[in-house]
């Protein structure tokens, strides 16, 4: 019997994971890596989160699954939730909403919403590096590309750089009430 590409999708093992701070989103490494969190063989991240990010991060044993998470051209939304330094004005929301010009091209528009600090949060392992006389605020940020870097990149171009990233969705997943360090079968 021949499996349609929905069946197969539906048969792979999909995980989500809370990534924490200084954690490499991979298995092997000299620092922490997912392996030290997760022990299921033959998985691997669909699109990755650098190392002082936290948040989300989709692991499958499907590679044409993986692809459609992570490549660019299939528009999956990811949304973060962004500490930057300074208080951001409208002109910059309305930057990173049209695109901003990166070393690497024109980012495509992001959909930005101004935010409290979420009090569900938890402390980071690491504390965020704040300046006594230069505040900090909060956005939501979501974006269809994922570029190196990307989100990091786009709030330091409008001048307001990230001091605390945390990826809550990917497309149709959510980090929901998952703990920093803890993951789930999809």
């Known amino acids: 019997m021949l499996l349609s590409q929905e069946q197969k999708i539906f048969m792979a093992k999909i995980i989500a994971f809370n990534k924490p701070f200084g954690v490499i989103c991979q298995f092997s490494g000299e620092s922490k890596t997912l392996s030290d969190y997760i022990d299921i063989p033959n998985i691997y991240p669909a699109g990755r989160l650098d190392k002082d990010s936290e948040g989300l991060v989709i692991l499958t044993d499907d590679g044409k699954f993986q692809n459609k998470i992570s490549h660019p051209k ?17 002109t910059a929301i309305t930057s990173l909403n049209n695109g901003v010009q990166l070393k690497d091209g024109l980012t495509k528009p992001a959909i930005i919403k101004l935010i409290d600090k979420p009090d569900w949060l938890w402390r980071r392992s690491s504390p965020v590096r704040i300046r006594k006389n230069i505040p900090t605020f909060w956005i939501e940020i979501s974006i269809t590309e994922g570029r190196t870097r990307q989100v990091r990149r786009m709030t330091a171009s409008v001048g307001y750089p990230a001091l605390r990233l945390i990826r809550t969705t990917i497309d149709q997943w959510s980090l929901g009430n998952l703990l920093p360090g803890s993951y789930v079968t999809l």
Do not use: A
């Open 74 to 90: 299939y528009n999956k939304t990811k949304t973060y939730l962004v500490q930057v330094e300074g208080l951001i004005t409208d």
